[in-house]
């Protein structure tokens, strides 16, 4: 079993930054990819970033130079810095593990953490 906690979303004015963290803990040996997803209220769950195992990591397009992705393997930790925080980043931020058991993917989620940017 994985357990993963996020911490650091709060209310900031547009332009400004917050950096998330995520808390992995328990089964950490068996990650393999992490990522952050974000789901803003009557819209589906989206992808912002993840960081592959092997080092390699993507942004959706609409976070793309204004947020970093970063994984902290020494002390079981993902962060992502959000600079220039724009009102349409507004959302709940999920931190997302994803393990390997028996051929099969296995996703587990953080509770979340409000991010809300005002305008």
């Known amino acids: 079993q994985l357990q993963l906690v996020e911490s650091g979303g709060g209310l900031v004015q547009a332009g400004g930054s917050l950096r998330l963290s995520c808390a992995a803990s328990?089964?950490?040996?068996?990650?393999?990819?992490m990522g952050w997803y974000r789901q803003a209220p009557g819209k589906q769950r989206e992808l912002v970033a993840n960081?592959?195992?092997?080092?390699?990591?993507n942004y959706a397009d609409s976070v793309k130079g204004r947020f970093t992705i970063s994984r902290h393997n020494a002390n079981n930790t993902l962060y992502l810095q959000m600079n220039s925080l724009k009102p349409e980043d507004t959302a709940v931020y999920y931190c997302?593990?994803?393990?390997?058991?028996?051929?099969?993917?296995?996703?587990?989620w953080g509770q979340g953490t409000q991010v809300t940017v005002s305008s």
């Open positions: 328990g089964s950490i040996f068996s990650i393999n990819d």
């Open positions: 997302n593990a994803q393990t390997i058991q028996q051929g099969w993917v296995i996703n587990y």
């Open positions: 960081a592959q195992k092997r080092g390699t990591t």
